[in-house]
């Protein structure tokens, strides 16, 4: 048999094992040493009590023959569908029937699956830096063409985040096929704004673009004028879907509950130009491929509509943001460029003058005992920042960030190679290393 070749273009990715390599060869070497992971990409609090309470008497169900529940709805059990769409969408106003959604195991596996669905010569586009999926499931499917020296692949479209840009792609010049874009993004912790996703919405209808949505983050969102659904915007529901996901919502990352809206305005077209309603495609590719998720882990995640549920949501989540909080302004303080850390649980950072991930994060490995993650490994315009998260105790937090922000990132380095900026001066000011800020003046002129 041959086998799907795309499989073998594909590299390694090395990046969290790497990490985890790095950090236990730390540990190796200083059996002392209090390690504090902030490259953690799992949430860590517990299951709301709520939900545990729930899926016991689910279990219970499953002891007795008349409560027995065998195979379930591939589309997920209703009592579910019209909790989502009742709480997540018409209760804020987006008109999104309990049929367009369809529960599943978890959004990384529809992020991947939505592939059975569009042409295999589509183009897809992708923001540099993202979640590594988007372009991995698309080459395993053979949409990724070759790839370059560069790491990337000649069929897709990477549309670059740079400082200069916040961290959120731009609208393309050129139409793709497939747009994939994350808000609260994954890495970067950047956000859209209701006039940005509008763009996106058009630039859609103009180029009968599909865009996939993953807002995986969307229950992180505080911010009353950031939408936490793509249907907020007009026109979305003739051309966008939404993948989303209990897993850092409520802590089902071990669970595995997710949901994808497909509506049923969304249509796709056969090479006569004729319609058809994507919807429908996604219901046989479901209901072929997939035989829905657990009816425990269903009525535990339709507990998180309850008053109780949504309480123990916004605690959780309130922990993790106002970690993401600190870590943004302890960073900000300290001289870091910072992005992300509102509406997020992930902060996106740079040292001034330090251009290699990797070094950047072997010196706050090194020096603070503190672990990140490196922002190359999500994409080359990642290349320099590193990504920190919320998902550690306060307390671990607040004694990273104070060990941080004692680096002095200047020993060991060319003054006046690193430093050249008045604006760089003044971001290690915020250090209160007044010596090495003497030397810098002097070694500067200033
Ligand atoms: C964690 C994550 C997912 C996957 O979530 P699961 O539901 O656990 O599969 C999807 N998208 C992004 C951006 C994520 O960070």
């Known amino acids: 048999m041959y086998i799907n070749e795309n499989f073998i273009k594909l590299p390694q990715s090395y990046l969290f094992s790497t990490v985890a390599n790095k950090l236990k060869e730390y540990r190796e070497s200083h059996p002392e040493a209090d390690l504090i992971r902030m490259d953690i990409g799992d949430v860590t609090l517990p299951i709301a009590p709520c939900v545990i309470k729930a899926m016991h008497g689910a279990v219970?169900?499953?002891?007795?023959?008349?409560?027995?529940?065998?195979?379930?709805?591939?589309?997920?059990?209703?009592?579910?569908?019209?909790?989502?769409?009742?709480?997540?969408?018409?209760?804020?106003?987006?008109?999104?029937?309990?049929?367009?959604?369809?529960?599943?195991?978890?959004?990384?596996?529809?992020?991947?699956?939505?592939?059975?669905?569009?042409?295999k010569k589509s183009v897809i586009g992708v923001a540099d830096p993202g979640y590594p999926v988007y372009v991995d499931s698309s080459v395993m499917d053979g949409r990724g063409g070759e790839l370059l020296s560069d790491g990337r692949w000649s069929r897709?479209?990477?549309?670059?985040?740079?400082?200069?840009?916040?961290?959120?792609?731009?609208?393309?010049?050129q139409g793709v096929d497939i747009l994939f874009l994350c808000s609260p993004c994954n890495p970067t912790g950047t956000v859209f704004?209701?006039?940005?996703?509008?763009?996106?919405?058009?630039?859609?209808?103009?180029?009968?673009?599909?865009?996939?949505?993953?807002?995986?983050?969307?229950?992180?969102?505080?911010?009353?004028?950031?939408?936490?659904?793509?249907?907020?915007?007009?026109?979305?529901?003739?051309?966008?879907?939404?993948?989303?996901?209990?897993?850092?919502?409520?802590?089902?990352?071990?669970?595995?509950?997710?949901?994808?809206?497909?509506?049923?305005?969304?249509?796709g077209m056969d090479r006569e130009g004729n319609e058809y309603p994507l919807r429908q495609l996604w219901n046989r590719r479901q209901s072929t491929k997939f035989n829905g998720a657990s009816y425990i882990i269903q009525r535990g995640a339709e507990a998180l509509y309850s008053p109780e549920g949504r309480k123990a949501i916004k605690e959780n989540i309130g922990v993790y943001l106002s970690?993401?909080?600190?870590?943004?302004?302890?960073?900000?303080?300290?001289?870091?460029?910072?992005?992300?850390?509102?509406?997020s649980p992930y902060v996106w950072a740079k040292w001034p003058g330090e251009d290699d991930s990797w070094r950047l994060f072997e010196r706050i490995l090194s020096e603070a005992e503190v672990s990140s993650t490196p922002g190359i490994g999500f994409g080359e315009s990642g290349a320099g920042y590193v990504r920190f998260t919320g998902f550690n105790t306060t307390e671990n937090t607040h004694k990273a960030m104070e060990r941080i922000s004692r680096i002095n990132f200047n020993k060991g380095n060319d003054l006046e190679e690193d430093f050249t900026t008045l604006n760089d001066v003044k971001a290690i000011k915020a250090l209160d290393e007044l010596d090495v800020l003497d030397d810098l003046t002097e070694a500067l002129g200033i």
């Open 60 to 119: 219970d169900d499953m002891a007795a023959a008349e409560t027995f529940h065998g195979y379930g709805p591939e589309q997920g059990y209703p009592f579910l569908r019209e909790a989502i769409a009742k709480h997540d969408y018409q209760e804020r106003g987006i008109d999104i029937p309990a049929n367009d959604i369809f529960i599943s195991d978890g959004a990384k596996s529809d992020l991947g699956n939505l592939g059975n669905i569009y042409s």
């Open 156 to 173: 897709i479209l990477y549309m670059e985040c740079k400082p200069e840009n916040g961290f959120k792609p731009a609208v393309p010049s």
């Open 323 to 343: 970690n993401a909080r600190y870590i943004r302004e302890a960073l900000e303080k300290a001289g870091f460029s910072v992005f992300g850390g509102d509406n």
């Open 193 to 267: 704004t209701r006039e940005e996703l509008k763009d996106w919405v058009e630039y859609a209808h103009r180029n009968k673009t599909l865009i996939i949505f993953d807002s995986a983050y969307e229950a992180f969102i505080t911010d009353p004028d950031i939408p936490r659904s793509i249907y907020e915007i007009e026109g979305a529901k003739e051309v966008a879907i939404e993948v989303r996901s209990f897993s850092k919502t409520a802590g089902f990352t071990g669970l595995r509950c997710g949901y994808t809206v497909v509506p049923s305005e969304l249509k």
